[in-house]
Nanobody, 125 residues
Framework: VQLQASGGGSVQAGGSLRLSCAAS????????VAWFRQAPGKEREFVAA????????VYADYVKGRFTISRDNAKTTVFLQMNRLKPEETAVYSC???????????????????WGQGTLVTVSS
């Protein structure tokens, strides 16, 4: 599946942004979709995921309570609502998708087969 990430931008600390991950021409309902981020000079890290079966969500501890991952009703787009952003969360955010991913593997970027191009989020202090 081809993915298109969008919604990045510049925001002050404490602000909010909503990222979108859209699938071209097909539904994402049968995929686990995750967001990862990579800051300059750092490794890519897991942010959040939404599973295909039942839509259960999983979050990294450092975003829990501030970020929300969700799907639209047509299940062609996955959103990441980011609230109370911090300067250290400045990064390129990318979405990824894969079918049949087991729960224990969904935090690993190596497990995903389809990736969007990434969208830059800049949080200023």
């Amino acid at each position: 599946v081809q993915l298109q990430a969008s919604g990045g931008g510049s925001v002050q600390a404490g602000g909010s942004l909503r990222l979108s991950c859209a699938a071209s021409g097909r539904t994402l309902s049968t995929y686990t979709v995750a967001w990862f981020r990579q800051a300059p000079g750092k490794e890519r890290e897991f942010v959040a995921a939404i599973r295909e079966s039942g839509g259960a969500t999983v979050y990294a501890d450092y975003v829990k309570g501030r970020f929300t991952i969700s799907r639209d009703n047509a299940k062609t787009t996955v959103f990441l609502q980011m609230n109370r952003l911090k300067p250290e969360e400045t990064a390129v955010y990318s979405c990824a998708a894969r079918r049949g991913l087991i729960l224990s593997a969904l935090r690993s970027s190596n497990e995903y087969r389809s990736w969007g191009q990434g969208t830059l989020v800049t949080v200023s202090s």
